[in-house]
Nanobody, 127 residues
Framework: QVQLVESGGGLVQAGGSLRLSCAAS????????MGWFRQAPGKEREFVSG????????YYADSVKGRFTISRDNAKNTVYLQMNSLKPEDTAVYYC????????????????????WGQGTQVTVNS
């Protein structure tokens, strides 16, 4: 069992930056691949980024590639999402998720691959 708590969301102007954090407690954090997802009003939850257990392999949705950076600090049990050059279409609730399957490396874009979810943090980008 792992508990995930996101923070760092807020209101920002287009072109600005935010850094999201997801703090994990419970079982060993380094045993989980991690992902960030987002859900805009009226839309399905979608994959944003993923990272493997060591932090050396990362994945991004095409819509955020080159603007967002995922990272993790296993000593602090935390995964981050640095979001730069934000656009109004990035407005959504952002969720972190943990994948306990040892065969997965953070590349899965399917919600079903992830066992644990945080409560989400709102990101609003004004034009």
């Amino acid at each position: 069992q792992v508990q995930l708590v996101e923070s760092g969301g807020g209101l920002v102007q287009a072109g600005g930056s935010l850094r999201l954090s997801c703090a994990a407690s419970g079982r060993i954090f380094s045993s989980y691949a991690m992902g960030w997802f987002r859900q805009a009003p009226g839309k399905e939850r979608e994959f944003v980024s993923g990272i493997n257990r060591s932090g050396y392999i990362t994945y991004y949705a095409d819509s955020v590639k080159g603007r967002f950076t995922i990272s993790r600090d296993n000593a602090k049990n935390t995964v981050y999402l640095q979001m730069n050059s934000l656009k109004p279409e990035d407005t959504a609730v952002y969720y972190c998720a943990a994948d306990s399957n040892p065969g997965n490396i953070g590349s899965s874009r399917s919600l079903n691959a992830y066992d644990y979810w945080g409560q989400g943090t709102q990101v609003t980008v004004n034009s």
